[in-house]
């Protein structure tokens, strides 16, 4: 059974209304599935590939057969605009990225622009036109899997993207980014100048799976979100002493794993302390020497802290090496941090959010509300411009694997929020 099969199966056909029909999307999405199409039958679609590029020319096509003129950026990102009643306005954009990591599902990125796109065509069959311009995005590398970084498009069009960043890499085949570039068609003058006029663009809202299990224990269909956390990344380094582990009595041992085993257990208990949304994890733990009859003197790791409010998160960070410091003072240990990473969260507002609220009630659906912990497009176009996320449920909260999962009654209906909001935004 391929994707559109297992879509359409249980669809209930009462959601094809008002021009939106949820066929179509099925259909985009089970074709865009074919391209980087893996034996597990997952998607192998990594930033600046020709299969990228493949799936953003195949909804370049789907964009004017709906009538949208249009344009590439010199980063690659691809905008399909419908001018409205008021073509002088800031217009409204909505799209999402079709990238994927290796062997990622055929959800993550791709549900955003389709669905995106699928408001187009709605006013396309109904014969509406919305009050001010309307832009439907796909951003280029979102994921970031070819050079560990991510959110490449979105930041070349808010105008963020900077050479002394991007210029000294090498992706995962040691290819410099330039040269990268150059094998599907840009180049880098062209990318670090793709900044878009940024007054001409009103607000961005995106559709997404929500990546986690809140909308399906609450049993519905699509969430709000309230913000989009921004990750700190400390690396640690727990410094002991390595000794033999039958000659060194247990009262005289400095070992490093016992005080960053003590410090991974109650890192867990650290987040509800600032917020209900912030999250700490240690993730990534190497352990020195690593001999079976040897004493740890070193253990290095990594711990990821979010939440979608700064002064929160920057909290977590500060009751985290405090009870490093601690427990390492307790055991004898010389500790050791590093800050690799820090980016600000983007809260969104309650004016959008209410938006949103009275778009997701007109579908009869009660609103739920929830976090993002998960980093988007949106989080990098909320830096400058006004956002909005709509969630969309995840089966088991499976994502970047091929068993990533949403039913197409919970992505049409998403669709018809997204509609709705666009229509009545003021």
């Avoid at 809202?205 to 956390?229: C, D, M, P, W, Y």
């Amino acid at each position: 059974m391929n994707l559109y099969e297992k879509l359409i199966v249980d669809y209930d056909k009462s959601l094809n209304k008002n021009g939106v029909r949820g066929e179509r999307l099925a259909t985009r999405l089970a074709a865009l599935s074919e391209i980087g199409l893996t034996p597990d039958c997952g998607s192998y679609r990594i930033g600046f590939s020709e299969e990228e590029k493949a799936a953003k020319d195949l909804v370049k096509k789907w964009m004017t057969e709906a009538g949208l003129e249009v344009t590439v950026d010199g980063a690659g990102n691809v905008f399909g605009r419908l001018e409205g009643k008021n073509p002088e306005l800031p217009a409204l954009i909505s799209g999402s990225h079709v990238d994927s990591v290796p062997n990622g599902g055929h959800f993550d990125g791709p549900l955003g622009v389709l669905a995106a796109l699928e408001v187009a065509e709605a006013w396309k069959q109904t014969g509406y036109t919305p009050e001010r311009p309307y832009e439907v995005v796909i951003f280029t590398d979102e994921e970031g899997a070819r050079f560990n970084g991510g959110f490449s498009g979105s930041m070349s069009m808010i105008g963020e993207a900077k050479p002394e960043d991007l210029l000294p890499k090498k992706d995962i085949n040691g290819v410099p980014f330039s040269e990268v570039l150059e094998s599907i068609g840009l180049t880098t003058d062209s990318f670090f100048t793709s900044k878009r006029d940024l007054d001409k663009l009103e607000a961005f809202v995106e559709i997404h799976i929500e990546q986690g299990k809140r909308l399906e224990n609450a049993n519905t269909s699509v969430g709000i979100v309230t913000g989009i956390a921004g990750p700190c990344w400390l690396k640690m380094t727990f410094k002991g002493q390595a000794g033999h582990a039958g000659n060194t009595p247990m009262n005289d041992r400095q070992d490093a794993l016992v005080a960053a085993s003590q410090f991974i257990y109650e890192v867990q208990a650290l987040p509800q302390q600032v917020s209900s949304s912030a999250v700490a994890t240690v993730g990534k733990v190497d352990v020195f020497p690593n001999g079976v009859n040897v004493i740890p003197g070193e253990v290095r790791l990594t711990v990821d802290i979010r939440d979608i409010q700064k002064d929160t998160r920057d909290k977590l960070v500060e009751l985290v090496i405090d009870k490093a410091h601690t427990l390492c003072n307790n055991h004898n240990i010389e500790l050791e941090v590093e800050e690799t990473f820090r980016e600000a969260p983007v809260p969104i507002s309650e004016d959008m959010q209410e938006k949103l609220a009275n778009s997701v009630k007109a579908q009869g659906i009660e609103p739920a509300y929830l976090p993002s912990g998960a980093g988007h497009d949106a989080m990098v176009v909320g830096r400058k411009l006004p956002v909005a996320m709509i969630f969309v449920q995840s089966k088991d909260g499976i994502s970047h694997n091929p068993a990533e999962w949403s039913t197409l009654g919970d992505c049409v209906q998403a669709v018809h929020v997204l509609k709705d909001f666009l229509e009545t935004y003021r």
